[in-house]
């Protein structure tokens, strides 16, 4: 068999498999298929070149040193298995470095998981907003929604009369479509 030559491939289909959508099942059974035939071929050749007698052919060749020659050079022959040039360590680096992000994004949602459940548990223990009078609304800091009498601001609450005065003289028509 040709095990020795080729780098065996430890895949376990089967969990590659669970984790694929159910619309490239069939794409992941050509490949599998793919894969499996390639490797039935490779499988099937000798480990190593055949033998082949050149005492048999010396005897029948009367060319002087031909044999001999081609003999040297069959016995030379050495088909070297393809090296991946680098791109292994490549990808290492780059699988660490990935793996590096992964962990910063997961952390900063855990980080923002971990804000959005203080927020909702401040609304979940509030009041319903319907049931709310003005005063207790702006208690819970509903200012956004809730005109405050106290405020000398203008809805939507985001600047002073005298701010939004002077950003209207200074407005073209233009401004306002």
Known sequence: ?????????ALDWAAL???LPAENKAAFGGLKGKVDKYQRMVNSLPETAPAIDFAAYKSKITVPG???????K??????????????LA????????????????????????????AELA???????VEEMNLEEA????LTQFVIDPAAETAFPHDQTWEEYSEKLAKATPDDFH
């Open 90 to 117: 490549e990808i290492d680096a780059q699988a660490a470095q990935e793996k590096a992000r992964y962990t910063a994004y997961i952390a900063e949602s855990n980080a923002k998981i971990a804000g959005y459940s």
């Open 1 to 9: 068999m040709a095990s020795k030559r080729v780098v065996a491939t």
């Open 17 to 19: 498999a669970s984790k």
């Open 74 to 87: 069959y016995g030379a022959l050495n088909v070297p298995y393809p090296s991946d040039q680098g791109r």
């Open 138 to 141: 702006l208690d819970a800091g």
């Open 122 to 128: 401040k609304w979940e223990a509030m009041m319903p």
């Open 66 to 72: 031909m044999v001999d020659s081609f003999a040297e």
